[in-house]
């Protein structure tokens, strides 16, 4: 198993009072269930087990839109920091971005939609790292690893902040992973339903309301 932290399913997380939630969410969240300080402590270690793992050698960063944006930029910001501080040893990273399409108001469809990927000519022979917010059912991550291997890159690692458990999976885990969390659907932090609450600093699992408010 990736080395995670583990939110068990008992965990009911912490009241919306006890934190700064935007006025206009108030009504549409269950709880907090991963501060805005947390998630970056644990994003800190994964850039050190990333820096770790690929010492000198170049990395092709890829990040998955829209969803992983802030975790991208903040992951490759303390990889960078590394970069900086270590002396003898740095990674040499260039960017990339990639959008897949999967989500229909709270659930995961059957198909997959790819936007974008028409330079991904750029990581053939070369170590990549996908870094996505969220894998769920694993069947987006699956289609993307896919897409990835037609361009013939020397190794492909994945880096996911949260990992859901669901009935649904197909069973995949990622290399490096921030959270693996419960069932629920959780917003902030830069995912959103229906491109709401990404602006919501904290990672938030979405209550009834929230969800027929923007159900479209």
Known sequence: ????IKIEDSYQGYSLDSFCIPKHYEEDLESVLIPYGVIHD???RIAKDIFVDFGKEPLVAICVLKGGYKFYTDLIDKINSL???????S????????????YQNDKSVGTIEVIGGDNMESVKGK????????IDTGRTMKKLLGLLEEFQPKCVKVASL????????????????GFEIPDKFVVGYA?????RFRDLHHICVVNNNGINKYKV
């Open 1 to 4: 198993m990736t080395n995670s």
């Open 83 to 89: 970069n900086r501080n270590q002396g003898e040893r």
């Open 42 to 44: 644990r994003i800190e």
């Open 91 to 102: 990674v040499p990273l260039s960017v990339d971005f990639i959008r897949l399409r999967s």
């Open 162 to 177: 949260l990992l859901k458990r669901q009935p649904a999976s197909n069973g995949y885990i990622p290399e490096y992973c």
């Open 191 to 195: 995912l959103d339903f229906n491109e």
């Open 127 to 134: 170590n990549v790292l996908v870094v996505e917010d969220i």
